[in-house]
Nanobody, 112 residues
């Protein structure tokens, strides 16, 4: 069974970098596409970007300048880095495989 588990801080200060890790079990990340999605309070889901089975990455144009997605195939993990965060980046962050399997979600607050 595919399981995704996120880890990372729940509080980040403005201008700092948000870093999240998604650890996958039950399925190799060298297969399928893996995405980061977030939902800000009172708003809909927003796809931040994805990393494909071959390591190619794709980003939401509105976040591309601040976002980096990478992976460690030896650990079956993939990562999100979001630079220069502002309070508008406060959201619940999810990692997902093909928007079929989802992590539990990590609430992240950007505040000083």
């Amino acid at each position: 069974q595919v399981q995704l588990h996120e880890s990372g801080p729940g509080l980040v200060k403005p201008s700092q970098t948000l870093s999240l890790t998604c650890t996958v079990s039950g399925h190799s990340i060298t297969r399928s596409a893996w995405m980061w999605i977030r939902q800000a309070p009172g708003k809909g889901l927003e796809c931040m970007g994805a990393i494909a089975y071959d390591g190619n990455t794709y980003y939401n144009p509105s976040l591309k300048s601040r976002t980096s997605i990478s992976r460690d195939t030896s650990k079956n993990q993939f990562f999100l880095q979001l630079n220069s965060v502002t309070p508008e980046d406060t959201a619940v962050y999810y990692c997902t495989r093909d928007v079929t399997y989802w992590s539990q979600g990590t609430p992240v607050t950007v505040s000083s």
